[in-house]
């Protein structure tokens, strides 16, 4: 699965740019061209990263910036600002605000996906990790196989993707939108029971003998890998 990356740009022509390049890279690109509406969008959906530009209309990349910082499931959310001020001193207030890259237009399109790429790596190892463990159970991507205390473990195409979002974010709770909106994709209408019938098939074949759930369900909020298990497994 690719990082999902929103841009928040309201420059037409930067805004079709960087989303053809960011998507040749294998990303998941969304748009939006108001700072407002980007707030918004940001309750409902954290991305892995956030390119934000920093005069926007409805409300600026600044003061966006900020308000992303002060909230406790955006602390560490990757953010890298665009700006016309090539000015040191707007420079360094952009990135006292919390952006944790600054890019002054025009800029050169592979640097910024250069920065793009290390910060990720930065804040995210595990995207670019080739197998993905947590306790006793591993999943190897390049051989797309899964394995539970170095027992195989046969998941469907679904259950495997579930299984692979959750290591890769050990610990955060997704709601069932969020898992439907990562896992099965935004243009995939299905009712968010499935998520819970899905979750289900998971927890039977990797416990199939009552061993430690490694998935943990969190009334009124979704489900998260249960970072508890980490320490009771094995």
Known sequence: MGARILVVEDEEALTTLLRY?????????????????????????IPDLVVLDWMLPGLSGIE???RLRARSDTRQLPI????????????VRGLATGADDYVVKPFSVPELLARVKSLLRRASPARLASVLS?????????RHR??????????????YRLLEFFLEHPGRVFSREQLLDSVWGRDVYIDERTVDVHIGRLRKLLNPDGELDPIRTVR??????????????G
């Open 64 to 66: 966006l910036c900020r």
């Open 146 to 159: 899964v394995a539970r205390s170095g027992r195989p473990v046969d998941l469907g195409p679904t259950e």
């Open 21 to 45: 390049n960011l998507e040749a890279e294998g990303y998941e690109v969304e748009t939006v061209v108001r700072g407002d509406e980007a707030d918004t969008r940001l309750k409902e959906r």
């Open 220 to 233: 009124g909020a979704g489900y998260a890998l249960d970072e508890q298990f980490a320490s009771g497994a």
């Open 134 to 142: 947590f306790g006793d159970i591993e999943l190897d991507r390049d």
């Open 80 to 91: 890298i600002m665009l700006t016309a001020r090539g000015e040191e001193s707007e420079r």
